[in-house]
């Protein structure tokens, strides 16, 4: 079947008049499809045809994009296609910069263009001469073409304390070698504008550039990220000089290109316009030839060219080359199936341990078959772990999601893989020493130091293989030499505990400081398990200083009105003590400046004093009188009764419980302004909202709570007690009720691959003043930053048309809606739902107080737009309460026959057990 005749059949097939409308044959440059395989040949197949944009193993579908050629390949292969037509438009959409943006990608501000990202690296080194150093190693293939295009230098910022000479371990890390993978430039490029701007304020970052190189190739391809910034989903570089006929389909798949085991194996193509096409012949582009070469010149060789002699243990050097998408952590070697490098083992345990950081899956090799690789002729050629990182969740990743999820999970990833170079083939199976610290951080000479840290062993991320969890069985602390440096001094450690004995131990120690000059000095801490291996280090400073020439900035902190003498912490910048809590008093050593003092204490409001001189030889008096923070204090009773509750009374992050003999209470709290809830089980929140509380006062408060009945209580095991299921899609798959955690059960509906609105729906209830709806559920749902399927929860009020229960004046109180779906085929499409996927089990708790006195029906709705599907929906242990007075529910329970069998609570339990069960311990779905 031709592709344009496809495109015909699946746009009447599938798509809505709106999307058919947008599909056109003419408008449309490539297509995104979705091809199913049904094992790892049918996979190399598809990937053979295009480079995948994703691979999903568990449910056997990947996902590429394809010319008019490709899809028919793909088609003659036999294997089954189908179109993804959300995909498709935005694959074929041209950028435009958001309102007001005037840096950055269009409509990705937060990715910096090729010019900016360059600009950026050479501001970095004019800034920091003595860390910084801005390197010309080659020439994009543009700039090598007489009379074409201006083209650009390759520039690689090499980062290090030149002031510290010697042998350094070195890390490499570049980025945007694939053009249309937007986050890997800017993280490059992040990554190193945060090491210079905390060097010499945290420990750990400046002891890695003053021991370690960090050379960073900030855009590896910027001939070929150009032409993304336009919008294309280019892959490649921009050499047209190799027989392709057509213009976006021009270019060498530069990580296809390099000079070891180059189209030997299948994972790449020959066809000049296929989107993996290897080049002419290994290591023909100038990119290549640049990478090739500055690595080659400033990573130590540790092993020979073959495939089957280890590098040593003793082997220095890291490369990571980051990619985007699909969260994975890829190593070597690539091309082969299986993959069996000579260090395989020691590189996996590296690659679980940067997946730790990132969360990612590690594996040795990669997901399908890939030659000519840049991690491959890395390690094949030098010796050195080498790993490809997918970032995120999308080549063109919007800037929300990279800015709180991407960026902020890779950083420590990052971090790690500069710390782990100077052995990283043994540093991985080491515990990790975690939250180092030295108290006090300043001391005079000769005064002893308390040193403590944890060490973990068990810090692997997900991953391939089992990991060796070893107890800790020693650790050692050095200053201001790291471990691996000539002249180093070990000084010994202790479990706090008493012995090294698991694989997670408490350190601490003693240090003596006399004979340390004056001044700021490192303590390196690293820790050993029982396999021997040592760990990576981490860093701490200490400052040396005599105090009679050091500044003091001494006191008392006492509350204000009683004066009395409070155990509290007074803390100038890095400095901190303790007052004696006897008399309040305080004596805070420093160096000389100027500080902002603090101090705090238990129920009290901080007090800083600003700007405080500390001078050398000097004492400066700063006393505090710190508020006790205020209270609100009253009793929760029954309404009617007076019965004293046992109930519980938050506000904000506060929470208290009363005396259940008399239903007192007394809640502390900080300064502000508060919504005060009071609850208790089987009767009515009451809220009283915007109280304002001050400092060092006592505000009452009384609650009345009504008690409640139930109007529903399912926890999904005794089968369809209340409820009506229908589609608004026939065909599709309905709610049903599963198995959720043998033996439990669930009300699940799929989220389908194509078109769905499923509804499961209960009612009427007539309700009183005070309602509450909970349930339990969980999801997985397509999309991880936009949003195509999703559920929701709807009402219908006397009759009325069905509406959002929040636009029928519901409120949810824990567990709302997660995001808004996209405006896709979805029939909820633009509706805030719950979406992507569910943190585990929520409870949703939903105020619907506001549509009291109505016959009211509620119902569970997931709508799925016309492509890719996920997991679905589970609903369980679904209660409705409403104040006693309520009229009774309208529906059959199952015990007008004197039977209990359709409920799962034994004979006798009271309301009030039926939503303990609910609310703790019943095993369903929870």
């Known amino acids: 079947m031709s592709f344009l005749r496809s495109i015909i059949i699946l746009a009447c097939i599938t798509c809505t008049a709106a999307a058919l409308a947008a599909q056109t044959p003419v408008s449309i440059e490539r297509l995104v499809v979705r091809v199913t395989f049904s094992d790892r040949a049918e996979l190399q197949k598809a990937a053979s045809v295009a480079e995948p944009w994703e691979v999903n193993l568990e449910q056997g579908f990947v996902i590429l994009d394809v010319s008019q050629e490709g899809y028919d390949r793909l088609a003659a292969l036999g294997l089954p296609v189908q179109v993804d037509w959300e995909r498709t438009d935005r694959l074929n959409q041209t950028l435009v910069p958001l309102e007001g943006q005037t840096e950055g990608i269009p409509g990705y501000p937060c990715y910096r263009t090729v010019e900016e990202t360059l600009a950026a690296g050479a501001a970095m080194a004019a800034a920091n001469p003595s860390l910084a150093t801005w390197i010309d190693i080659g020439d994009s293939w543009e700039k090598t073409i007489p009379g074409g295009p201006v083209g650009y230098d390759l520039m690689v910022l090499r980062l290090t304390n030149d002031a510290i000479v010697g042998d350094k371990p070195d890390l490499w890390v570049e980025g945007a070698i694939h053009a249309r993978e937007l986050t890997t430039a800017e993280s490059v490029t992040r990554f190193a504008e945060y090491l210079l701007d905390n060097y010499d304020v945290d420990p750990d970052i400046t002891w890695l550039l003053d021991w370690h190189e960090v050379h960073l190739l900030l855009q590896a391809n910027p001939d070929g990220r150009k032409m993304a910034e336009s919008g294309l989903s280019w892959r490649k570089n921009t050499d047209s000089d190799d027989g392709c006929g057509t213009p976006n389909d021009w270019g060498t798949d530069l990580n296809r290109n390099f000079d070891f085991y180059w189209a030997c194996c299948g994972g790449s193509s020959g066809d000049p316009c296929a989107s993996t096409y290897h080049g002419p012949s290994a290591a023909s582009e100038p990119e290549t030839q640049a990478i090739q070469s500055y690595v080659a010149a400033n990573f130590p060789d540790f092993r020979p060219d073959d495939l089957t002699t280890p590098a040593p243990d003793t082997t220095t050097g890291m490369f990571l080359d980051l990619h985007s998408y699909g969260g994975d952590v890829l190593s070597v070697f690539g091309f ?551 009229e009774p529910p309208l529906f059959s329970d199952g015990f007008e026959n004197g039977s209990t069998d359709q409920w799962s609570g034994t004979v006798g339990d009271s309301v009030g057990q039926a939503r303990e069960r609910l609310m703790g311990s019943s095993p369903g779905g929870r």
């Not at 973990?456 to 602390?477: K, N």
């Open 336 to 886: 082969q199936d299986p993959p069996n490098p000579p260090n395989g083992p020691e590189i996996l345990e590296l690659g679980r341990k940067l997946s730790y950081f990132n969360g990612y899956y590690a594996r040795l090799g990669s997901i399908y078959t890939v030659d000519g690789s840049t991690k491959d002729w890395a390690y094949g050629r030098i010796g050195m772990p080498a790993y490809t990182i997918e970032l995120g969740s999308a080549f063109f990743e919007p800037c929300s999601s990279f800015e709180s999820t991407v960026w902020p999970d890779n950083l420590p990833m990052l971090l790690y893989a500069a710390k782990a170079v100077s052995a990283p083939y043994t540093a991985a199976t080491g515990p990790d020493v975690v939250d180092p610290s030295v108290v006090p951080v300043l001391v005079a000479p000769g005064d002893p130091v308390t040193v403590q840290a944890t060490a973990d062993d068990t810090l692997f991320g997900p991953g391939d293989g089992s990991m060796p969890i070893l107890p800790v069985t020693a650790a050692e602390v050095y200053v201001d030499i790291p471990p691996w440096a000539p002249g180093a001094v070990a000084l010994s450690l202790a479990a706090a505990d008493g012995s090294f004995n698991s694989t997670v131990e408490a350190l601490t120690g003693t240090l003596d400081t006399t004979g340390l000059a004056e001044g700021r000095h490192t303590l390196f801490l690293r820790a050993q398990d029982s396999s021997g291996a040592w760990g990576v280090a981490s860093a701490v400073f200490l400052r040396v200083q005599d105090p009679a020439t050091a500044p003091h900035i001494a006191g008392t902190v006492v509350e204000q009105g009683t004066g009395v003498p409070l155990a509290a912490t007074v803390t100038a910048d890095i400095y901190q003590t303790t007052t004696n809590p006897g008399d309040g008093s305080y004596d805070l050593l420093v160096i000389a400046g100027t500080y902002d003092v603090t101090a705090t204490a238990a129920e009290h409001i901080a007090m800083t004093h600003n700007g405080v001189a500390a001078v050398s030889g000097s004492t400066t008096t700063v006393n505090f009188e710190l508020v006790p923070w205020p209270k609100i204090t009253g009793a929760v009773t029954e309404q009617g009764s007076g019965a004293a509750l046992d109930a519980t009374v938050t506000a904000g992050i506060f929470q208290t419980t009363t005396d259940p003999g008399d239903g007192s209470y007394e809640l502390i709290v900080e300064p502000g302004t508060y919504d005060v809830t009071a609850s208790a089980v089987d009767h009515g929140s009451v809220t009283e909202h915007d109280v304002e509380v001050a400092g060092g006062t006592i505000t009452p408060l009384d609650f009345e709570l009504e008690p409640m009945t139930t109007l529903l209580f399912d926890d999904v095991e005794g089968g369809n007690i209340a409820w009506t299921i229908d589609s608004a899609v026939p065909g599709g798959d309905n709610w049903d009720i599963v198995v959720d955690g043998s033996p439990n059960h669930a009300w699940f509906s799929s989220d389908h691959n194509a078109l769905k609105d499923d509804r499961l729906v209960a009612g009427p209830f007539a309700l009183n003043d005070v309602s509450t709806l909970f349930f339990d559920h969980h999801w997985g749902f397509e999309g991880s930053s936009t949003f195509w399927d999703g559920g929701v929860l709807e009402v219908s009020i006397d009759g009325a048309p069905w509406q959002d229960v929040l636009v029928g004046g519901g409120v949810f109180v824990e567990g709302g809606y997660t995001g808004t779906l996209s405006g896709s085929s979805n029939p909820l499409a633009d509706r805030q739902a719950w979406t992507g996927q569910s943190p585990g089990t929520v409870q949703t708790v939903v105020d619907l107080s506001a549509m009291s006195s109505t016959d009211l029906w509620i119902r569970f709705r997931l709508g799925c737009d016309s492509s890719v599907g996920a997991d679905g929906w589970w609903v369980d242990n679904i209660l409705l309460q409403t104040t006693i007075d309520a």
